[in-house]
């Protein structure tokens, strides 16, 4: 079966290498590739639709820009893709972890595995920001501890130990995220490792770091 994947994402996905290096490595699988990334964005801007900045992949490679708003749900009508994978998180790091987030996050991933779709959510890295303060990396580790129970059925990629603070928003600190979460993704031959799904297996979740 031709596997179409779906990707959407935040200003990672959208203006980095890691974008356009994960994408290629996703499309070299063999798989169509279709990504989404809107800068700025947290799981509710998927849901209901909010503009913004962003990058499109298409599966030729291509790449377009500018300003738009997309929900995920309209992107999964229109290209129909058998595996969806979100890669956010980053933005809630001015964020206290509330019930709100929580209900946000799942409204999105209720849309992302509906009709039994293949899902995985690949969580914020760790980041540096010219204003980061240690209660920025607070709120971002306190995301990462729950998700993996916030987007179940997802399957949750844990980018914390894929990833340095150092290098990230530099372009080889962001390829090297790429690369190291396209290894995780289960989505090739691997079988050293046994992760394979484009072949039809299945990898338990990823174990969400846990707060010193």
Request: aromatic share 8%.
């Amino acid at each position: 079966e031709q596997k179409k994947i779906l990707h959407i994402g935040d200003q990672y996905l959208a203006d980095t290498s890691y974008g356009t290096t994960i994408q290629k490595l996703l499309k070299d699988t063999g798989a169509e590739v279709y990504s989404y990334g809107v800068a700025g964005s947290e799981a509710n801007n998927w849901v209901v639709g909010t503009a913004g900045s962003f990058s499109k992949f298409e599966n030729t490679l291509t790449k377009t820009s500018g300003s738009q708003s997309f929900k995920l749900q309209d992107l999964k009508t229109t290209h129909n893709p058998n595996i969806v994978i979100i890669s956010l998180g980053t933005n809630y790091y001015d964020n206290l972890l509330d019930s709100k987030i929580e209900k946000e996050i799942k409204e999105l991933v209720n849309i992302a595995s509906a009709t039994g779709t293949t899902c995985y959510w690949i969580g914020p890295p760790q980041y540096q920001l010219a204003d980061s303060s240690s209660a920025s990396s607070e709120n971002i580790l306190n995301l990462v501890n729950v998700l993996p129970d916030f987007v179940a059925p997802c399957i949750f990629i844990d980018s914390i130990p894929s990833s340095d603070e150092a290098t990230i928003n530099t372009d080889a600190g962001a390829t090297e995220w790429a690369q190291n979460i396209f290894e995780e993704l289960p989505l090739i031959p691997n079988p050293e490792a046994g992760k394979n799904p484009l072949s039809g297996s299945e990898t338990p979740p990823s174990e969400a770091t846990p707060i010193p």
